[in-house]
């Protein structure tokens, strides 16, 4: 018997807009990476908060974890990858 109890997935953030073509393909990009790591997405629209809305303005698709930023604009396949082979 293992003293090891499994670990949660991670808990990305991806911050974006709704009708935004980049979120939607940033979305769809680590959708198809799940297959290889365990992670969970919330998806939040910075347009529903002005504070969200300031600090994220045009930047927005952004992924992040806790205090993390992983990507903007794009996925970063290559960084997410690395940050999240850390958690295995």
Do not use: K, N, Q, W
Request: glycine fraction near 4%; include cysteine.
């Amino acid at each position: 018997m293992s003293d090891e109890s499994p670990r949660a997935p991670v808990r990305l953030t991806l911050y974006g807009r709704r009708y935004c073509h980049l979120c939607e393909e940033m979305l769809s990009a680590l959708e198809s990476m799940r297959a290889e790591y365990e992670f969970e997405i919330d998806v939040v629209d910075v347009d529903m908060s002005e504070t969200l809305e300031r600090r994220y303005g045009e930047l927005v698709p952004v992924l992040v974890h806790a205090e993390s930023t992983l990507c903007h604009y794009f996925l970063d396949r290559g960084a997410v990858t690395a940050y999240l082979a850390a958690f295995r």
